[in-house]
């Protein structure tokens, strides 16, 4: 079950960034990816270049597992005309790694700072509902009303617990 919740909730975040790059995509001849953890970044200042510029969006991705960063390999396999390139930092939970670098770099804030970052069932309600919240969007903010929500086919229950 615990492994199925993880999946769920990749698969959730992957359709959220599908969502929210189609708008980034642009023609481009590189896609590449760098997975270079880092032990402090700042926050996040990642703006969408405007249309016809060729400037890549760099969107700065945490997890501590490689499940959601390979999700964006495999993106960047079917989309490879998409203009953006992930950086991404993997921290495993081990002896509590994870939530305490996450939170310093949340909090640090800068351009290296999370954008997208994974949450396991146990600790997800501090980031959505609880101390660190807002660092946190709901899909209302990423632009998705429910219909779209809906429409993706995203669990009920990883919409409610990120509400």
């Not at 490689?66 to 081990?94: C, G, L, R, S």
Request: hydrophobic share 35%.
């Amino acid at each position: 079950m615990k492994n199925m919740k993880r999946s769920l909730v990749g698969i959730s975040t992957l359709l959220v960034m599908s969502s929210a790059l189609a708008a980034c995509g642009g023609n481009s001849n590189s896609n590449s990816s760098s997975s270079s953890p880092t032990t402090a970044p700042a926050a996040n200042t990642t703006e969408a270049p405007s249309k016809g510029t060729g400037e890549k969006v760099t969107i700065n991705l945490w997890s501590f597992t490689d499940e959601i960063p390979n999700m964006t390999k495999k993106y960047m396999e079917t989309h490879p005309d998409a203009n953006v390139e992930f950086k991404t930092t993997v921290i495993a939970t081990t002896d509590g790694a994870y939530q305490p670098a996450l939170d310093q770099a949340l909090s640090a804030g800068g351009k290296d700072a999370p954008d997208i970052y994974a949450a396991e069932s146990a600790f997800v309600l501090k980031y959505t509902q609880g101390d660190a919240s807002s660092y946190a969007a709901n899909y209302s903010d990423m632009g998705l009303d429910d219909q779209m929500v809906k429409d993706a086919g995203i669990a009920q229950y990883s919409v409610d617990i990120g509400s």
